[in-house]
């Protein structure tokens, strides 16, 4: 199922690659909501965490060393595994090895998308969870539909 707005929960020292996920994403028109992007002078980030992590309908976890160590991904997984709305959709990135056991044993029983191997066929492989062909555009997508 296409995600109407994923959740993109990172250490704050990993922004760089988040951010190169984020451009992957919205090449296939799919919403992200991406901390640094939403928030806003005056706001009180946390309520806005919270009603974010309520309105998404998925949730993709950057594992690397810094947010294994982050008390914010923590609370974001936790609210996420305990989220009815979220049961099966949430997917575990793996940026590099890392003791991702440290923010939930429970995320072990969820199948991970490897980043290891090379950004861009990591890349692929999460757009495949949401069965998307990373080597199409929307736009491509579209003009073939139409040629049918």
């Given at each position: ?39 806003v002078g ?6 806005e965490i919270g ?98």
């Amino acid at each position: 199922m296409r995600p109407r707005e994923v959740f993109l929960s990172h250490a704050s020292a990993d922004k760089a690659l988040a951010r190169r996920v984020i451009r992957a994403l919205e090449a296939q028109r799919i919403d992200v909501w991406f901390a640094p992007y939403r928030l806003v002078g005056s706001q009180r980030w946390h309520d806005e965490i919270g009603r974010a992590l309520q309105r998404c309908d998925w949730f993709v976890l950057l594992l690397s060393k810094n947010s294994v160590r982050s008390r914010w991904v923590k609370n974001e997984v936790l609210f996420a595994l305990n989220e009815p709305t979220l049961a099966d959709r949430i997917v575990p990135v793996l940026t590099e090895d890392c003791e991702w056991r440290r923010l939930s044993w429970t995320l072990g029983s969820i199948q991970r998308v490897d980043f290891r191997p090379g950004l861009q066929e990591g890349l692929a492989d999460l757009l495949r969870v949401w069965k998307i062909d990373a080597s199409e555009t929307p736009r491509k997508r579209k003009r073939r539909k139409r040629d049918r």
